[in-house]
């Protein structure tokens, strides 16, 4: 994850670079997310640990991490 | 905070914008050498490929990772990788390599001509965002007029094969000059059939080092500057608008771009400096380390005096494309006028304000 003027982004490395063809821009929740991922971690980990950073309740907070997951599994942003 | 922009190149320039309010230097250019195979007359750089004291003078691989981490940790995100041509150093990958591990965007300029299959099957192992290939002509015989080199035209376009066969991004550019102006819309058709991109480019300078050029020789006249531009939509665009605006230039500003702001180049000796074409303040950061270096470089761009009088009160300075570094190229200080540009700014204003009915 980089950081340009205080947005985070992530810019895709190797061969990737040909398929993504840009930067992914990080919201607040996306970078949370996106930390956390640094450890093997459950949905339902991610989504408590969003809900309480964000003081939001846990089942929108699944949606949310359930839609950023699903964007960079299909970037195959994330190594299994 | 304001939404950001999706479309790619107003989000990167709104980035640049951001960091350019924390001093962030985000985008940096490593010329990892001056010398070139080609010998182009109105390059500003060019030295000779056998030029054994310019490559005396060289960086190792091992000294531009070392820049080019300790640029990471201050925040460089964009980093271009330029000549000279980048593809006469034999240790090309030692230094690309473990770039492409560092997540940087990574951007090369090149010829093309010492583009093999081999350098385009590495480079597509972890291809940078874009590579940049200047095209000289659309035929040989123009070609190798402006590069001097017989047999350059053949190697450019089988550089160019080899990475469109090895799926390596790239979009072509060219050098506009009196040589090969004639050929601008055949080179425009290769580019399509290859199906990449293309631009071009005709402000030429005289040489950074202050050595004699021959740029004159080449260039395009101001009245055919003015004319050739009028006839690309996008910057007939831009003029008409600009004829229409107050400049939102500050009179008193000498740097208008984001050298120095957000902006740095590492020349090939490891000078710092705040674009490609000034070889000022040359702060020396695997010396002084980079933070120091960066925070030398803006105090020069800060303390760069203002643009001279002429400059500051002429009416056609909302057309005009000076700024220190064309100064220094063609005037040899970083503030006075370049009769050169002042003819094309002024054949700006009478071309697109008379467009639109207004003065003259």
């Not at chain 2, 080449?218 to 690309?232: F, G, I, M, P």
Request: net charge negative; hydrophobic share 40%; charged share 20%.
């Amino acid at each position: 994850m980089q950081n340009v003027g205080g947005e985070s982004l992530l810019v895709p490395i190797g061969a990737r670079v040909v398929d993504v063809n840009g930067i992914i821009v990080l919201n607040d929740t996306a970078r949370c997310v996106w930390e956390l991922l640094a450890q093997e971690r459950s949905v339902d980990e991610l989504a408590a640990a969003v809900a309480e950073k964000f003081d939001v309740d846990f089942a929108n907070a699944r949606v949310d991490v359930q839609t950023f997951l699903d964007e960079i599994a299909h970037l195959q942003a994330l190594k299994s | 905070m304001t939404a950001l922009p999706t479309d790619y190149s107003s989000l990167i320039r709104e980035l640049q914008r951001r960091a350019a309010l924390i001093h962030q230097p985000v985008s940096g250019v490593f010329e990892l050498t001056e010398r070139c195979n080609l010998s182009c007359q109105m390059c500003y750089v060019r030295h000779s490929a056998r030029d054994l004291a310019q490559r005396a003078k060289e960086l190792s691989a091992a000294e531009w990772l070392r820049l080019a981490h300790d640029a990471a940790d201050n925040g460089m995100v964009f980093l271009l990788l330029t000549g000279g041509e980048v593809f006469l150093r034999p240790d090309f990958f030692e230094i690309y390599t473990p770039l492409t591990r560092m997540g940087l965007i990574l951007t090369i300029f090149t010829n093309g001509t010492l583009i093999t299959d081999r350098i385009a099957q590495r480079l597509a192992e972890a291809p940078p965002s874009l590579t940049e290939i200047t095209l000289y002509g659309a035929t040989a015989a123009t070609y190798e007029t402006v590069t001097g080199l017989v047999g350059s035209y053949a190697r450019c376009c089988a550089g160019i094969e080899a990475l469109l066969k090895h799926r390596v991004p790239f979009g072509l550019k060219t050098t506009i000059t009196r040589h090969n102006v004639g050929e601008l819309e055949a080179m425009q058709q290769m580019a399509r059939n290859w199906g990449v991109s293309f631009a071009g480019a005709w402000m030429l300078s005289k040489r950074r080092d202050g050595n004699h050029s021959e740029v004159e020789d080449c260039r395009l006249s101001a009245q055919e500057c003015v004319n050739l531009e009028a006839t690309d939509r996008i910057s007939a665009d831009e003029w008409v608008e600009s004829a229409f605006r107050d400049s939102s230039l500050n009179k008193d500003s000498n740097f208008n771009c984001q050298a120095g702001k957000t902006a740095f180049v590492i020349n090939s000796s490891g000078e710092m400096n705040p674009c490609l074409s000034l070889s000022q303040p040359a702060v020396r950061p695997l010396e002084i380390g980079f933070r120091a270096a960066w925070e030398g470089l803006q105090r020069f761009v800060g303390g760069t005096p203002p643009p001279e009088t002429t400059c500051r009160t002429c009416d056609t300075r909302s057309y005009c494309p000076r700024c220190p570094a064309w100064s220094a190229m063609e005037t040899g200080t970083l503030t006075e006028a370049v009769p050169y540009l002042c003819d094309i700014a002024r054949l700006r204003k009478e071309h697109y304000e008379g467009m639109q009915g207004l003065a003259p």
